[in-house]
């Protein structure tokens, strides 16, 4: 069986398709089948106002084409700038697999993979803004 695999926990929310679903009490497995869906965990949302880093920012871009609030071909070259530009500051072996697994799943429309790879960086970039300050 192929497609994404997704692992709810109790009481967890989901965006699919532009319908926000709820896990009941126990925990889940859910097979999303259909490629193309727009598939976004709520716990993994960014909000507008966090979108305030240049990771974040790249990151939301993935998140409107899964809530199905962005046209995918214009948000893949906006990603595709975005991650490039976050090449020019991580150039560590372990950020540019990220950048280039990001890279791979954009070319291929796959925004749920590519944020989940963004993501990975998150946690370097805000290391990287306490060191500048």
């Not at 695999?5 to 859910?30: C, F, S, T």
């Not at 240049?54 to 199905?68: D, E, F, T």
């Not at 799943?105 to 749920?112: A, G, I, L, P, Q």
Request: hydrophobic share 40%.
């Amino acid at each position: 069986m192929s497609g994404l695999v997704l692992k709810l926990r109790p009481g967890e929310r989901v965006l699919i398709n532009g319908v926000v679903m709820q896990n009941g009490d126990r925990r889940a497995k859910l097979n999303i089948l259909t490629s193309g869906a727009h598939v976004l965990r709520l716990r993994d949302a960014i909000h507008p106002d966090e979108a305030n880093t240049p990771v974040r920012r790249v990151c939301y871009i993935a998140q409107l084409v899964l809530a199905g609030e962005a046209d995918p071909s214009r948000a893949r070259k906006q990603l595709l700038s975005g991650i490039e530009q976050l090449s020019q500051v991580f150039t560590d072996t372990d950020s540019r697999t990220h950048l280039n697994d990001a890279t791979a799943h954009v070319v291929e429309s796959r925004f749920y993979p590519a944020l989940k790879a963004l993501r990975g960086l998150l946690a370097r970039e805000q290391r990287l803004m306490e060191r500048a300050q």
